[in-house]
């Protein structure tokens, strides 16, 4: 799934269809939210379904580093005491985290969310253009 939830909202309105959809499935979210965003906020919403948290940065934008994604998440889970806490990862583009996430063995029976940024989706649909133009 590609999804451009960049705040609160949208990423609970993500969180409320994946659920349903896809019932019982556990996800990787590959995320990057710019920094003007409330990134606590928004991985607050998908953590009941990830897996995993694969932390990238988005293309040409002022955002959160991966680490710094990784650490809000660790604090806030750290206060939350889940009982099967996510992976945590940390990635330098969206293309190494999508290659760990698809591994065969990596996630067995998981889906994969790339979300948090209009830009970064962008940059993923910008990449399956091209990608789409070289074989044809």
Same mark, same amino acid.
């Given at each position: 799934?590609?999804?451009?939830?960049?705040?609160?909202?949208?990423?609970?309105?993500?969180?409320?269809?994946?659920?349903?959809?896809?019932?019982?499935?556990?996800?990787?979210?590959?995320?990057?939210?710019?920094?003007?965003?409330?990134?606590?906020? %928004? #991985? /607050?919403?998908?953590?009941?379904?990830?897996? @995993?948290?694969?932390?990238?940065?988005? =293309?040409? !934008?002022?955002?959160?580093?991966?680490?710094?994604?990784?650490?809000?998440?660790?604090?806030?889970?750290?206060?939350?005491?889940?009982?099967?806490?996510? %992976? #945590? /990862?940390?990635?330098?583009?969206?293309?190494? @985290?999508?290659?760990?996430?698809?591994? =065969?063995? !990596?996630?067995?029976?998981?889906?994969?969310?790339?979300?948090?940024?209009?830009?970064?989706?962008?940059?993923?649909?910008?990449?399956?253009?091209?990608?789409?133009?070289?074989?044809?």
């Amino acid at each position: 799934v590609l999804d451009g939830a960049h705040n609160v909202d949208s990423a609970r309105i993500l969180a409320k269809f994946l659920k349903p959809e896809f019932s019982g499935k556990k996800w990787v979210f590959i995320i990057g939210i710019l920094e003007r965003k409330d990134a606590a906020a %928004i #991985i /607050k919403q998908l953590v009941p379904l990830a897996k @995993a948290f694969f932390f990238v940065p988005v =293309p040409h !934008s002022d955002c959160y580093s991966p680490s710094d994604l990784q650490i809000i998440t660790t604090t806030f889970l750290a206060h939350k005491d889940p009982k099967d806490p996510p %992976i #945590i /990862k940390t990635f330098k583009n969206w293309k190494l @985290a999508l290659k760990r996430a698809t591994e =065969p063995s !990596s996630h067995r029976a998981i889906c994969i969310c790339i979300t948090g940024s209009l830009y970064l989706a962008g940059s993923v649909l910008r990449q399956i253009h091209k990608a789409d133009k070289l074989s044809t």
